[in-house]
């Protein structure tokens, strides 16, 4: 009986509620007011919501971009500001004049999101992708723009934002309907992050470790797990701890299983600089909700490696691709066909430029239309390349 309600005791207080924090709490609902804004723009075709965009130039990198929306006629690739104060530019980053800046350039942090939307959709469908916008939405009403910010094209407040994204749009043309379909095809697999709530009313984020979950929960069955306590004091004496498990698989089916817990406990990695590692006991969870649907693969941005190696094979010599120059070596460019998998070489004398112009038609980030001629070793990850004319 005394363990039964050590048990009892050590759990409720850990479910006690706590303070929210009321910083990270505007935070959130700021997203939330941009994200139902740009849902309203008649222009809108799809919108997303914390997406993290792989980083083409790191091993596992991503950037989280807060809003992602697709209009007929652009992307727009939004971080959300809940500033208060003057808000600065000083030394080419956008500041708040009464807190010390950050270490990351804002302008330079959702512009790279942006690219690698670009540089992801070219590396997926060999297809450029054009007019993909960062933006920078101010959403709290007590922040005021120096003549600085006021005239700077990637700073908005959100009281102007359906006029900025009509403005932007105003004298570009339509999209193809493929190309709406690739992103949102694209876009729909990048994960969030997986989600934690515990019962005192804190939250975790970040990538739950696979081999750390309990009960067979699984990603590809389930969306989510809600954790509860059945049993008051009085009958967690007379019958002994439990616990209730409400698992909502992707097709909204509710299942409802009570078990006596032993001690299990759910590991997440969380988004730091150092990926520090989070044991939590279940008992002090309240939900968990899972930030996609099946493990992430990072290096080949899916899902499915099955899906991915048969767009691997499609690769031949004789080909012609897509690429994006990704630097210059001296004597050729590396261009990248398949971001991590698949990168050729493309010889500057084999260019039908004069040698003093390379540089005014070449440069880093630029899409190139190429050819096969071989591959270069037997996985066929390496190949030279000629450029290819119109």
């Given at each position: 009986?005394?363990?039964?309600?050590?048990?009892?005791?050590?759990?409720?207080?850990?479910?006690?509620?706590?303070?929210?924090?009321?910083?990270?709490?505007?935070?959130?609902?700021?997203?939330?007011?941009?994200?139902?804004?740009?849902?309203?723009?008649?222009?809108?075709?799809?919108?997303?919501?914390?997406?993290?965009?792989?980083?083409?130039?790191?091993?596992?990198?991503?950037?989280?971009?807060?809003?992602?929306?697709?209009?007929?006629?652009?992307?727009?690739?939004?971080?959300?500001?809940?500033?208060?104060?003057?808000?600065?530019?000083?030394?080419?980053?956008?500041?708040?004049?009464?807190?010390?800046?950050?270490?990351?350039?804002?302008?330079?942090?959702?512009?790279?999101?942006?690219?690698?939307?670009?540089?992801?959709?070219?590396?997926?469908?060999?297809?450029?992708?054009?007019?993909?916008?960062?933006?920078?939405?101010?959403?709290?009403?007590?922040?005021?723009?120096?003549?600085?910010?006021?005239?700077?094209?990637?700073?908005?407040?959100?009281?102007?934002?359906?006029?900025?994204?009509?403005?932007?749009?105003?004298?570009?043309?339509?999209?193809?309907?493929?190309?709406?379909?690739?992103?949102?095809?694209?876009?729909?697999?990048?994960?969030?992050?997986?989600?934690?709530?515990?019962?005192?009313?804190?939250?975790?984020?970040?990538?739950?470790?696979?081999?750390?979950?309990?009960?067979?929960?699984?990603?590809?069955?389930?969306?989510?797990?809600?954790?509860?306590?059945?049993?008051?004091?009085?009958?967690?004496?007379?019958?002994?701890?439990?616990?209730?498990?409400?698992?909502?698989?992707?097709?909204?089916?509710?299942?409802?299983?009570?078990?006596?817990?032993?001690?299990?406990?759910?590991?997440?990695?969380?988004?730091?600089?150092?990926?520090?590692?989070?044991?939590?006991?279940?008992?002090?969870?309240?939900?968990?909700?899972?930030?996609?649907?099946?493990?992430?693969?990072?290096?080949?941005?899916?899902?499915?490696?099955?899906?991915?190696?048969?767009?691997?094979?499609?690769?031949?010599?004789?080909?012609?691709?897509?690429?994006?120059?990704?630097?210059?070596?001296?004597?050729?460019?590396?261009?990248?066909?398949?971001?991590?998998?698949?990168?050729?070489?493309?010889?500057?004398?084999?260019?039908?430029?004069?040698?003093?112009?390379?540089?005014?038609?070449?440069?880093?980030?630029?899409?190139?239309?190429?050819?096969?001629?071989?591959?270069?070793?037997?996985?066929?990850?390496?190949?030279?390349?000629?450029?290819?004319y119109d």
């Amino acid at each position: 009986m005394f363990n039964r309600i050590k048990w009892y005791n050590k759990v409720t207080k850990s479910r006690k509620l706590v303070p929210i924090n009321g910083q990270d709490e505007a935070a959130k609902k700021a997203e939330l007011r941009v994200l139902k804004k740009v849902k309203k723009n008649d222009l809108t075709i799809a919108t997303f919501h914390q997406k993290r965009i792989p980083n083409v130039n790191k091993i596992r990198g991503f950037g989280e971009v807060d809003v992602v929306a697709i209009t007929q006629k652009a992307v727009f690739a939004i971080e959300v500001k809940n500033w208060t104060g003057q808000i600065d530019i000083v030394d080419g980053n956008l500041v708040q004049t009464n807190r010390k800046p950050g270490k990351n350039n804002v302008f330079d942090h959702i512009s790279t999101k942006a690219d690698n939307i670009k540089f992801v959709y070219l590396s997926e469908f060999s297809k450029e992708l054009f007019e993909v916008k960062p933006l920078i939405v101010m959403t709290n009403k007590n922040c005021k723009f120096t003549e600085a910010v006021e005239n700077h094209p990637m700073v908005i407040k959100i009281s102007q934002l359906h006029d900025e994204i009509k403005e932007a749009v105003k004298k570009l043309d339509d999209y193809e309907t493929s190309t709406t379909d690739n992103l949102i095809m694209m876009l729909d697999k990048f994960p969030t992050w997986d989600t934690i709530s515990l019962a005192n009313s804190q939250e975790e984020i970040g990538d739950i470790v696979e081999n750390s979950i309990p009960f067979g929960w699984d990603r590809t069955k389930y969306s989510s797990i809600n954790v509860s306590m059945p049993r008051g004091l009085f009958a967690t004496i007379l019958f002994g701890p439990q616990i209730k498990l409400t698992t909502k698989s992707h097709d909204g089916n509710l299942v409802e299983k009570l078990i006596v817990p032993n001690e299990e406990t759910i590991t997440l990695r969380r988004p730091t600089v150092t990926e520090e590692y989070h044991e939590l006991p279940i008992t002090k969870i309240n939900s968990v909700t899972f930030g996609s649907e099946e493990i992430f693969d990072w290096q080949r941005f899916s899902v499915s490696s099955k899906s991915n190696s048969k767009k691997q094979n499609q690769f031949k010599v004789g080909g012609i691709y897509n690429g994006r120059i990704a630097s210059d070596i001296g004597h050729a460019f590396l261009v990248i066909l398949k971001e991590k998998q698949l990168k050729g070489l493309l010889y500057k004398k084999n260019l039908d430029v004069h040698v003093d112009l390379i540089d005014q038609f070449y440069s880093i980030g630029k899409t190139v239309k190429v050819k096969i001629t071989k591959f270069t070793d037997n996985e066929k990850t390496k190949c030279n390349l000629i450029e290819v004319y119109d």
